[in-house]
C-alpha cells in the first residue's frame, strides 16, 4: 500500500546549523513529490516540487528513487524556518495528495 | 489577493447539528478537496472533487458529505456534528497539475 513517512515529529536545531526534514514513501512507480510549509498563523502553502528542481528559501529537496525519498534540505537554518513541513507524494494522479504526518521544526535563536 | 476563502476561522456547534462549512475559490481550478488536520495526524483527506457535481471519497469520508453546485464553490457538510469532529477544516483547490493553494481553515470546536 502506498504510504508516506516522516519520521520525526519534532525537529530543534541551532540557527544556521544546517537542517535536514526525512520523508520517505512507499510505492512501486515514480509519484510527483512536493514539500509544504505552515508557518504559524499562516496557511499552508506550497514549498517546493520535485519536478522543478527550484531552491525555494535556501531549501532543497532530492529524489532518491532508489530509497524511495524525497529528503528536505537547507544548509543554514534561519529562525523564520520555524514551521510545520509536510511532504506530499502524489500516489493517486489526478492531482490528489497524500500528506505525511509532518515535521515540526523549531530553530533556536 | 485571497484566492481561497473559507466561510468561517472559528466555529463552535453542539452535538447532533447540521454544519455546513463553506470553500469558494476564484482561480478558476477543476479541483478541490477538504481535509481536516489533527496534532500527530497530518492532514486526512475527506472528500474531493474534479469538477461540478462530481465527489470522491477520501480516506475518511464516514460522517461528512459535500456538494459542488458550481465550480467555484464546495461545500462539506457534517450531518450530524460529533464530538470527534473537532478539528481544523482544511480546504484546497488546485488546476490538474498544479500545486494547493489552501484556504486559511476552519476551526471547529462540537461540544
Known amino acids: 500500500a502506498q504510504r508516506v513517512t516522516q519520521p520525526e515529529k519534532l525537529l530543534s536545531v541551532f540557527k544556521g546549523a544546517p537542517v535536514e526534514l526525512k520523508c520517505n514513501y512507499s510505492y512501486s512507480g515514480s509519484p510527483e513529490l512536493f514539500w509544504y510549509v505552515q508557518y504559524s498563523r499562516q496557511r499552508l502553502q506550497l514549498l517546493l516540487r520535485h519536478i522543478s528542481r527550484e531552491s525555494i528559501k535556501g531549501f532543497t529537496a532530492d529524489l532518491n528513487k532508489g530509497e524511495t525519498s524525497f529528503h528536505l534540505k537547507k544548509p543554514f537554518a534561519q529562525e523564520e524556518d520555524s514551521a510545520m513541513y509536510y511532504c506530499?507524494?502524489?500516489?493517486?494522479?489526478?492531482?490528489?495528495?497524500?500528506f505525511g504526518k509532518g515535521n515540526q521544526v523549531v530553530v533556536i535563536p | 489577493d485571497v484566492k481561497v476563502t473559507q466561510s468561517s476561522r472559528y466555529l463552535v456547534k453542539r452535538t447532533g447539528e447540521k454544519v455546513f462549512l463553506e470553500c469558494v475559490q476564484d482561480m478558476d481550478h477543476e479541483n478541490m478537496f477538504w481535509y481536516r488536520q489533527d496534532p500527530g495526524l497530518g492532514l486526512r483527506l475527506i472528500y474531493f472533487?474534479?469538477?461540478?457535481?462530481?465527489?470522491e471519497k477520501g480516506d475518511i469520508p464516514e460522517g461528512y458529505s459535500v456538494s459542488r453546485e458550481k465550480k467555484e464553490r464546495f461545500s462539506l457538510i457534517l450531518e450530524s456534528a460529533s464530538t470527534n469532529q473537532t478539528s481544523m477544516y482544511l480546504c484546497?483547490?488546485?488546476?490538474?497539475?498544479?500545486?494547493?493553494?489552501f484556504g486559511s481553515g476552519t476551526r471547529l470546536t462540537v461540544v
Open positions: 506530499a507524494p502524489n500516489f493517486y494522479g489526478n492531482n490528489r495528495l497524500a
Open positions: 484546497a483547490s488546485s488546476s490538474p497539475s498544479g500545486g494547493y493553494t
Open positions: 472533487s474534479y469538477d461540478v457535481k462530481m465527489k
